[in-house]
């Protein structure tokens, strides 16, 4: 099953749980949360307090994607505010390890992310310790960039290395994905899907509904 995760930093923040639930209605499955602190990536966005106010509106899963230095430090909390997985980056973590199992001794879904330029094979050995890897297709920081071709090949080697040890690790792929691109992700093994502006630009709703339909389709072969 493909999944959308629409991330809320394309949406509108001044009518942001009203562009929650509307998404969540269309069907969309999971909704991305990208928590920012200006150290590991250049912008700062939002933290627990944004994340606790969303958390009544939608029984959506809570996909906390931490784009911040050490990650570890903030796992408890960033439970406690309504997270359902969290994803850490494997450039932002001295102790990968050590950070994933506090993940899942925390109950959560484990998740770890990789920039553009970060080989897959540096996942060799967490591979089997994750629920989900996340490959970025763009460099981590700002809404709105244009996808980066060559992470194509990227999903394609992660995939074949998941297949290869029989593991059924979801692949996320976020950065500039629209209608036009998905199904090329699609094709080279990515099964869950990040969009920001090309969910909440316009009729969020409709616009789920368009990938939504694309995602059957490919599915469909």
Not at 11 to 25: S, W
Not at 75 to 97: F, N, R, S
Not at 185 to 206: H, M
């Amino acid at each position: 099953m493909i999944i959308l995760s629409p991330s809320i930093l394309g949406a509108d923040f001044t009518k942001l749980g009203e562009q929650v639930a509307e998404v969540d209605k269309a069907g969309a499955q999971y909704i991305h949360l990208d928590v920012m602190d200006g150290a590991f990536v250049p912008s700062i966005s939002f933290g627990m307090p944004v994340i606790k106010s969303l958390r009544p509106v939608t029984d959506r899963v809570f996909d906390v994607h931490m784009m911040v230095e050490e990650p570890g430090r903030y796992v408890e909390d960033i439970k406690k505010a309504g997270a359902d997985l969290i994803c850490v980056h494997q450039e932002a973590c001295l102790h990968l390890d050590r950070t994933i199992a506090q993940i899942r001794e925390a109950g959560l879904q484990t998740g770890v992310a990789l920039n553009p330029a970060t080989p897959v094979e540096t996942l060799d050995v967490i591979l089997p310790e994750v629920d989900m890897v996340l490959l970025m297709t763009v460099n981590p920081g700002f809404g709105g960039q244009k996808f980066i071709p060559y992470t194509v090949e990227k999903i394609k080697k992660l995939r074949a290395m998941c297949s290869e040890r029989g593991l059924s690790t979801r692949i996320e792929v976020d950065g500039g994905i629209t209608p036009d691109n998905v199904r090329t992700v699609l094709e080279a093994g990515a099964d869950v899907i990040v969009a920001g502006s090309a969910v909440f630009k316009g009729n969020p709703a409709g616009n789920v509904k368009t990938f939504l339909n694309i995602f059957q389709e490919f599915e469909q072969g």
